[in-house]
């Protein structure tokens, strides 16, 4: 989402029904409290859960 990916782009890099990013994404704005992708990206960039995200993975 973060990327501007679409609803099918998103689901094509998941392997989910494009129905299925729809209902979680919206599942999503309920919990952070936004109303749309914009809000929500915004929000994933003042809590730093954006950055988490795209970090390299550590190894162990």
């Given at each position: 989402m ?5 609803n099918?782009?998103?689901a094509n890099?998941?392997f989910?029904?494009t129905g299925t ?17 914009t809000q929500a990206?915004l929000?994933s960039?003042?809590?730093g ?8 993975a550590?190894?162990?």
């Amino acid at each position: 989402m973060a990327e501007g990916c679409s609803n099918q782009e998103i689901a094509n890099r998941l392997f989910l029904s494009t129905g299925t990013v729809k209902s979680y994404s919206s599942r999503l704005f309920d919990k952070i409290g936004v109303r749309d992708r914009t809000q929500a990206v915004l929000h994933s960039l003042k809590t730093g859960l954006a950055a988490k995200l795209s970090a390299p993975a550590r190894k162990t």
